[in-house]
C-alpha cells in the first residue's frame, strides 16, 4: 500500500494521469450510454444488420411480445434486415450517424423488413424494457474495458521506469479500453461508428509498436526510422477514413494487420536468440493471447462461421470474462520483477483467474456435449448435478498441478517446493559438520531452485564471518554489523539487478536473515538464478522456511565449535604444560609454545621477547611466522615501545589498526613488509616478576573475542611458567656443574696426594685412570658409568692413606705380618669413602680391585662375574703400569714380558674376555 500512496504521489504532476482520468470517464460514457440512453430493441445484431441472436423471445416473463408465444420463429438468426423503420440500411451505410430504433421508447410497434431465404419479409416488432439478464449482459461487456484500463494504471502507479516500454504499455491498455467501449456501442451510440473505424487505422500502428519493443526492443535505435512511416500511414490512413475516402469495411484490414502483425512479431522473436527473462516474458504473453481469446473462439467465433447454434448468453459471459487476461498477462510478463511483495498476489490473482476461466469452459463444454449427444431432457437437472459435484471434487487437486503449471510458466521453475523442504528437513540432522551443512546447502539446495551464487555468513560478536560462499569469490574477512545492517534490514525482499548500488553487495538479488531465539545468527545470501535472474515470492518464502530451519543448526555448530575451540585450547595448555614438565630446554620450549600459538590462537606470526636481567632490556629470543628478520634484533627498555609499555605496564596491549598505529614497530625497515595489520603484546609475569613479553601479529585486520583473550593471557602464564623453570634449571645446571668439578678436582687433589706420599707410584694414578677409561668403553660402559669409574680410578689407593709409612714407603720385602696390613687398604677405602653419598657407586674399583677371577684374591675373596666389572677392567690396567713401570724394589718389565704376564694370568688373574680387548688396544 505503502508503493500505491508514493506512485499516487509521483504521478499527480504527470500529464499521464490526466489521459487516465480522462480515458475512464470516457469508457463509462459509453457503457452507461449503451446500457440506459441507447433504445433497447431486445434484437441483437452485427454491423451488417444481420441477426445474431433475439433476447426478448427467450425470456419467460411478463414483458415478452404477445406474438411470440403464436410464433418464436417471427426472427430468427441469420435474418438480414433491410429497413428499421424509415432508416434504410443503405441510408445507413451512407451515413451512420442515424442509429437505429432512436426515438422509440419501450412497449412502441416499429416496422422492420427482413430477408429469409431470399424471401423479403415485413413484421412488426415491440420494444420492451431490458431484463435483468439483459442489463446483466450490459455489465459484463463493461467487464471487457475496464480491465485495459486498470492494468494501465496499474502500470501507471506501480511502474515507473519511464521509458518507451512503458508509455506504450500504458497507452496500449487506455487505447484498448476505449476501442472495446466505443465498440461495443456501435450501434447504440452516435458516430460511434466513425470513432470505431478512424481508431482502427490509429491503434494498428500502436499494435506494432508495442510488439516491437516488448518484452525488449527487438531492433536497435537507429533503425526505428520505419516507426515514423508507420504512425504516418495510420494517421493517413484514419484522415480517408473520416472523409469517407475508404470503403466502409476496408477498416477491418486495418484491425486484421494490428492483430496479425502483433502475432507475428511475436513468433518471429521464437526465432531469434532469447534471453531467459525475454523467453518467459514471451511465454506469458503467448499464454494471455491464448486463454483471453480461446472461449471466443470456441463458443462464438467458430458457431457462427458454421452455422451451428448462436452463442448462448453463458458463452458470451465467458467469453467476455477471459478477454481481461489479455492485459494483465502483459503487465505481469513484463513488470512482475518489479513488483516487489505484489508479485506473489498478481502471480496467484492471475492463475486463479485462468483456473476459474479454464474450469468453466470445460464444465460449459461438458454440458454442451452431453445435452446434444445424450438428449437429456427430464434427467437433466439430475446430469448436471452429478457432473457439478465431479467437478468440486476434483478442483482442489486440479487447482494445485495448475498452479504448479503456471510457475513453470512463469518463472521457468521445474522444482516442487514442498519436496525440498522435506528433503531438507530430513537431511539437516545429519549436517552436524560445517563441512556437510555447506555441501547441502551447496549442493542440494541451491541447485534444487537453480540459484547460481550464494553465501552464508554467520554472526559473531565483533561482525559476521564467512560460513560458506558458492558460484562466487569472497574475501574471508570479517564484515562489520553496520556494513550488514542493509542487507538485513532488506532482508526477505527480492533486489532487482537495476535497483541495486555498484558496491561489494551488487551481486545481491536476495538476503535471508537466520534467526535463533529471537536473535539474528546468520544472514543468507542469493545472487543470480536461471533463469531469469528473478525470485518470485513463493521462493523467497520457501528460502526463508529453509533459513528457519537453517539457523538453529547454524547456532548449534557454532556452539560445537566454540566448545571445540575451548577443549582444544584446554589441550594445547595440557601440550604446553608437558613441554615444560618434560622438557627444561628454552630453547625447545619456546619452539613448542609459539607452535602452539601460531596454530590454535590463528595468528600470523609470534615471537617472545625476554627480560634480561643484567641490562633490563627486552631482547629478541624466539619467533614464528615472520618473512624476514624485521624483529630478530630488538632491544627495548621498559616503557619503550608496545612490548616495553606491557611490561612496565604489566597489562596486555592491543592494537587493532597499525596502519594509523604503528608505533616503535616503524623503527624496523623491514616491518612494512610484513603487512601486519593488528597487534598484540602481552608480559609474561609469575612468582610477581616480568619476565619477557609474548608478541602476536595479524595480517588482516582482527578483533579478537573475550574468549581470545583469556586464552591468550592462559598461553602467556603458561611461557612464563616454562621460561621460569628454564631459568631455574639452567642455573642449577650451572651450579651442578660447579659442583661435579669441585669433586673432580678434589678427588684428583687427592689422587695427586696419594702419588706423592708414594714416591714409586707418581703419575700412576693418572695413568691407570685414562687407560681405565678407554678399556672400560672398549667394554661397553656407558657415559653414565664412565663417570664412577674414573673417579673409581682416581680412588683406587685411597685406603693407603690408613697404612703406616713403615710398611707403604719400605724398600725391602714385606713381612707377612706387613703383607696382612697392605691387604687392608681396599677396606681402608671401602670405609673411608662409603658414608660419602656422591662417591658409593665409585667404590667398586677401590674396594674390588684386588680380587681374582680364580677366587684368590682379597678382601672378600670374590670369583668370576661376582667381581664388579669396573674392578676387572681396573685389575688389568693396574697390573700393566705396575709391572711395566719402576719401582724401589724392582726395575720394569718389557712390554712383551708384561704382555706373556697378562697371558698367563688370563683365567686365574684376570677375566679371559678383558685380557684380548686390552692387549688390541695397547698394540
Same mark, same amino acid.
Given at each position: ?69 403464436? %410464433? ?184 486484421? !494487420? ?273 533463469? *531469469? ?41 595440557? *601440550? ?46 624466539? !619467533? ?16 619503550? !615501545? ?49 619476565? !619477557? ?11 579478537? %573475542?573475550? *574468549? ?216
Amino acid at each position: 500500500m505503502e508503493k500505491i500512496k508514493t506512485g499516487i504521489r509521483h504521478i499527480a504532476d504527470w500529464p499521464l494521469f490526466l489521459i487516465s482520468v480522462v480515458t475512464l470517464l470516457i469508457c463509462l460514457f459509453y457503457g452507461i450510454a449503451g446500457t440506459y440512453i441507447a433504445p433497447y430493441s431486445g434484437i441483437e445484431y452485427d454491423a451488417g444488420w444481420r441477426i445474431i441472436g433475439i433476447a426478448n423471445c427467450l425470456n419467460n416473463n411478463s414483458n415478452r411480445p404477445e406474438w411470440c408465444a403464436a %410464433d418464436a420463429d417471427i426472427l430468427a438468426a441469420g435474418d438480414q434486415m433491410i429497413s428499421i423503420g424509415d432508416l434504410q440500411y443503405e441510408d445507413f451505410l451512407k451515413n451512420q450517424d442515424r442509429i437505429p430504433f432512436w426515438g422509440n421508447q419501450p412497449g412502441d410497434t416499429v416496422s422492420i423488413s427482413i430477408v429469409r431465404n431470399g424471401s423479403p419479409q415485413t413484421i412488426l416488432w415491440t420494444l420492451v424494457s431490458p431484463a435483468l439478464s439483459d442489463r446483466f449482459k450490459n455489465f459484463i461487456q463493461m467487464l471487457v474495458y475496464i480491465p485495459f484500463w486498470l492494468a494501465g494504471t496499474a502500470v501507471l502507479i506501480l511502474i515507473r521506469p519511464r521509458n518507451r516500454r512503458w508509455f506504450l504499455l500504458v497507452v496500449f491498455n487506455y487505447a484498448t479500453a476505449v476501442y472495446l467501449a466505443v465498440g461495443m456501442s456501435i450501434s447504440l451510440v452516435n458516430f460511434s461508428s466513425y470513432i470505431i473505424h478512424v481508431a482502427t487505422w490509429l491503434i494498428a500502428p500502436l499494435y506494432i509498436h508495442l510488439h516491437l519493443e516488448i518484452p525488449n526492443p527487438l531492433f536497435r535505435p537507429r533503425r526505428r526510422v520505419y516507426l515514423l512511416v508507420l504512425y504516418l500511414a495510420g494517421a493517413v490512413l484514419a484522415l480517408l477514413e473520416l472523409f469517407h475516402v475508404l470503403p466502409r469495411q476496408i477498416f477491418y484490414l486495418g484491425l486484421a !494487420g494490428a492483430i496479425i502483425g502483433s502475432l507475428g512479431l511475436l513468433g518471429y522473436r521464437l526465432l531469434t536468440r532469447l534471453s531467459a527473462p525475454e523467453r518467459l516474458a514471451l511465454r506469458l504473453m503467448f499464454l494471455g493471447i491464448g486463454m483471453a481469446f480461446l472461449p471466443g473462439l470456441l463458443f462464438v467465433t467458430i458457431p457462427l462461421f458454421t452455422n451451428l447454434i448462436s452463442p448462448s448468453t453463458t458463452a458470451l459471459v465467458a467469453t467476455y470474462m477471459a478477454l481481461p487476461l489479455l492485459p494483465f498477462f502483459y503487465f505481469y510478463a513484463i513488470y512482475k520483477r518489479s513488483l516487489g511483495e505484489f508479485e506473489l498476489r498478481a502471480n496467484r490473482a492471475l492463475s486463479l483467474y485462468s483456473f476459474i476461466l479454464l474450469y468453466s469452459l470445460a464444465v460449459i463444454l461438458v454440458f454442451s456435449i452431453a445435452s446434444q449427444s445424450l438428449h437429456l431432457a427430464d434427467e437433466s437437472l439430475a446430469f448436471s448435478l452429478a457432473v457439478t459435484l465431479i467437478f468440486l471434487i476434483i478442483a482442489p487437486g486440479l487447482r494445485a498441478r495448475f498452479q504448479r503449471w503456471f510457475d513453470t510458466m512463469a518463472y521457468g521453475a521445474r522444482h516442487n517446493p514442498q519436496e525440498i523442504v522435506r528433503e531438507f528437513a530430513l537431511q539437516l540432522p545429519a549436517a552436524f559438520k560445517p563441512a556437510l551443512l555447506i555441501r547441502l546447502l551447496s549442493r542440494e539446495v541451491t541447485p534444487s531452485l537453480l540459484i547460481r551464487e550464494s553465501a552464508l555468513y554467520q554472526k559473531t560478536e565483533i561482525g559476521f564471518s564467512l560460513f560458506y560462499a558458492d558460484g562466487l569469490t569472497l574475501t574471508d574477512r570479517l564484515v562489520e554489523v553496520g556494513e550488514m545492517e542493509a542487507l538485513i534490514t532488506n532482508a526477505g525482499r527480492y533486489r532487482p539487478p537495476d535497483h541495486v548500488a555498484a558496491d561489494q553487495w551488487s551481486w545481491v538479488r536476495l538476503a535471508v536473515a537466520l534467526q535463533t531465539g529471537g536473535k539474528t545468527s546468520g544472514v543468507w545470501l542469493f545472487g543470480r538464478r536461471d533463469p *531469469d535472474d528473478f525470485y518470485p515470492h513463493d521462493d523467497i518464502l520457501l528460502l526463508r522456511t529453509l533459513g528457519s530451519q537453517v539457523a538453529p543448526m547454524l547456532e548449534n555448530l557454532r556452539l560445537y565449535a566454540e566448545t571445540q575451540s575451548r577443549l582444544e585450547r584446554l589441550q594445547t595448555l595440557r *601440550d604446553i604444560d608437558i613441554t615444560i614438565s618434560s622438557s627444561l630446554d628454552l630453547h625447545f620450549t619456546l619452539e613448542i609454545l609459539l607452535d602452539q600459538v601460531s596454530r590454535r590462537s590463528n595468528v600470523d606470526a609470534v615471537d617472545v621477547l625476554l627480560l634480561n636481567a643484567k641490562t633490563m632490556l627486552l631482547e629478541f629470543m624466539a !619467533g614464528k611466522g615472520f618473512h624476514s628478520d624485521a624483529l630478530h634484533h630488538t632491544h627495548l627498555r621498559l616503557g619503550e !615501545g608496545y612490548a616495553g609499555q606491557a611490561a612496565h605496564e604489566r597489562r596486555l596491549i592491543f592494537i587493532q589498526n597499525l596502519d594509523q598505529d604503528v608505533g616503535s614497530l616503524a623503527r624496523s625497515p623491514k616491518f612494512p613488509t610484513e603487512h601486519f595489520k593488528s597487534y598484540c603484546a602481552a608480559p609474561l609475569i609469575v612468582k610477581g616478576q616480568v619476565k !619477557g613479553v609474548l608478541e602476536v601479529f595479524f595480517r588482516t585486520a582482527l578483533a579478537p %573475542d573475550a *574468549d581470545w583473550f583469556d586464552f591468550l593471557e592462559s598461553l602467556t602464564v603458561q611461557a612464563a611458567i616454562a621460561i621460569d623453570n628454564a631459568s631455574l634449571f639452567d642455573e642449577l645446571q650451572h651450579s651442578n656443574a660447579e659442583l661435579n668439578l669441585a669433586y673432580d678436582t678434589t678427588i684428583e687433589g687427592w689422587s695427586r696426594a696419594l702419588d706423592l706420599r708414594d714416591e714409586g707410584t707418581e703419575g700412576h694414578t693418572e695413568r691407570v685412570t685414562e687407560m681405565t677409561e678407554r678399556l672400560a668403553r672398549a667394554m661397553g660402559m656407558d657415559e653414565n658409568q664412565m663417570v664412577h669409574v674414573r673417579r673409581g680410578a682416581l680412588l683406587h689407593d685411597m685406603g693407603k692413606m690408613g697404612i703406616p709409612d713403615s710398611i707403604l714407603l719400605k724398600r725391602d720385602a714385606l713381612s707377612r705380618e706387613e703383607w696382612d696390613v697392605m691387604r687392608r687398604h681396599p677396606l681402608y677405602a671401602y670405609e673411608m669413602l662409603s658414608p660419602i653419598i656422591y662417591l658409593r657407586q665409585s667404590l667398586d674399583i677401590p674396594y674390588c680391585h684386588h680380587e681374582k677371577w680364580d677366587g684368590s684374591g682379597y678382601p672378600r675373596g670374590l670369583k668370576g662375574d661376582q667381581i664388579p666389572l669396573a674392578a676387572r677392567v681396573f685389575a688389568i690396567v693396574d697390573v700393566w703400569d705396575a709391572t711395566t713401570s719402576d719401582r724401589p724394589y724392582r726395575l720394569a718389565w718389557t712390554k712383551d714380558q708384561a704382555r706373556e704376564y697378562l697371558l698367563t694370568q688370563s683365567g686365574k688373574h684376570f677375566d679371559p674376555q678383558i685380557v684380548p680387548v686390552f692387549l688390541s688396544i695397547i698394540d
